[in-house]
């Protein structure tokens, strides 16, 4: 265990620079039929990583329970790109800023991790960052309920993963999730997080 969260970091960022393929939120569901042409949001999250002296953590939040649109569910810090927005690492870095307070100039972006489609019609591109120095977290309690770290050794271990399932307009929809202590990580964020580990892992 302790050369999985000493090496987690190296590893992570050894697979940032290698082919992804991309993913989405109806991968366990190949019942669904996705429309030719649709048109997908530009999106971009921030697996924000920081180092510590138990190995890295990765930081993740849950969303504020009045929210009309996934209310109470974990999420990585990020939104819907910006026509301001250069790409989506700005968008993720933005984002990260409105919802958690956090510099720009506190992150190195490490790379990035192949798009997720959701079921809300966005393309997601996971932006990986490194934490460099300490933040005093602001929340924007309009939309971030709680931030919390997570061991990063915990979400790059594929055997922490199931699928599980749900109902969703009267048929059951699986999905991948990852949870741990309190927190229930589910739907998009577990998927992403889930094809990191398997680059990982292998």
């Known amino acids: 265990m302790m050369a999985i969260q000493h090496n987690a970091l ?5 697979v940032l ?3 992804h393929q991309a993913s989405s939120d109806f991968d366990l569901n190949p ?5 030719a042409g649709r048109a997908l ?5 921030l697996m924000l990583i920081e180092e510590g002296a138990e190995g890295p953590f990765v930081y993740l939040t849950k969303r504020a329970s009045h929210l ?4 109470g ?10 026509p301001a927005d250069t790409d989506q690492i700005d968008t993720a870095l933005r984002e990260a800023n409105e919802e958690i307070g956090l510099p720009r100039t506190h992150v190195k972006v490490l790379g990035q991790l192949a798009s997720h489609e959701t079921v809300t019609g966005f393309q997601v591109k ?9 933040f005093d977290p602001i929340l924007e309690r309009a939309e971030v309920e709680e931030l919390f770290r997570v061991p990063l050794h915990h979400v ?3 055997q922490n993963f199931s699928v599980e399932g749900r109902v969703w307009n009267g048929v059951t929809r699986k999905y991948y999730a990852v949870p741990f202590g309190p927190y229930y990580i589910w739907g998009a964020t577990a998927r992403m997080l889930f094809g990191l580990a398997q680059k990982v892992s292998v």
Do not use: E, M, Y
């Open 10 to 14: 190296d590893r992570v960022a050894s």
């Open 73 to 82: 569910q974990i999420a990585f810090p990020g939104g819907k790109t910006d």
């Open 31 to 35: 019942d669904i039929t996705l429309p």
């Open 68 to 71: 009309k649109h996934h209310p």
């Open 17 to 19: 620079a290698s082919d």
């Open 126 to 134: 996971p932006i990986v960052g490194l934490l460099t120095r300490p």
């Open 156 to 158: 790059l271990n594929p």
């Open 41 to 45: 949001r530009d999106a971009g999250v």
